[in-house]
């Protein structure tokens, strides 16, 4: 990723940089809407003893979640910023985070992760958010083995704001099935309490 949209990333949770909570310092509307976002990973995916690689884990969250719920996975987060993690480790000292730009560095195998999973690292907009959605999925598809989640905001949502980006849910579908390898499914469940979608990636769907 480009020093000019790193910077406005970084601009971006620097203005959150002393909210208490961790949905406000990430940008989410609530706690619930948050956690939502989680449960709907958990309703279309079997987490248990998988490897998940969480791109753009901020504080963590998604981690605590899982623990909250007594699944056990093998999980790794990144962030390309180094205070998200630092945070992080500070929060869950058993966790796995690292600071990187998987978009720059080969640090992963393909196929090296069952799962991976983002949430909210295409939300800013950053000018380029279509090609750039375009470029993280042939990454992701190509170091996960069974799946790939994402979320993007709904364009139908009542109270679009300036600054963040929207795309229709048949529109990511469709960049996902282009992306994505042969025999791919891909479906959109909409996040409780949220005004944005994730996008489930089955690589190698059953039957």
């Known amino acids: 990723m480009c020093g000019d949209k790193i910077s406005k990333i970084r601009n971006y949770y620097g203005e959150r940089r002393n909210e208490c909570e961790d949905h406000r310092r990430l940008g989410w509307e609530s706690r619930q809407a948050q956690e939502g ?11 248990e003893g998988k490897t998940i690689l969480d791109v753009g884990c901020g504080l ?28 992080a480790k500070l929060k869950y000292r058993d966790g796995c985070f690292m600071c990187l730009d998987i978009f720059k560095e080969g640090r992963f195998k393909d196929g090296e992760f069952d799962i991976v999973f983002t949430s909210g690292i295409f939300n800013i907009d950053l000018g380029n958010n279509r090609e750039f959605l375009e470029n993280a999925l042939k990454k992701f598809f190509s170091i996960a083995g069974e ?35 042969q025999g791919m499914t891909a479906k959109t469940s909409a996040n409780p309490y949220s005004h944005d979608y994730t996008v489930i990636c089955l690589l190698h769907p059953a039957g």
Request: charged fraction near 25%; hydrophobic fraction near 35%; proline fraction near 7%.
């Open 37 to 47: 976002r989680f449960e709907t990973l958990l309703g279309n995916l079997e987490l």
């Open 147 to 181: 799946a790939v989640c994402f979320n993007i905001l709904d364009p139908g949502s009542p109270e679009k704001e300036k600054g963040y980006f929207y795309m229709p849910p048949d529109e990511a579908v469709k960049i996902a099935m282009r992306t994505g390898p």
């Open 60 to 87: 963590g969250n998604l981690y605590g979640f899982l623990k909250s719920k007594g699944i056990k996975a093998d999980y790794t987060g990144v962030d390309i910023l180094a205070e998200m993690t630092q945070d």
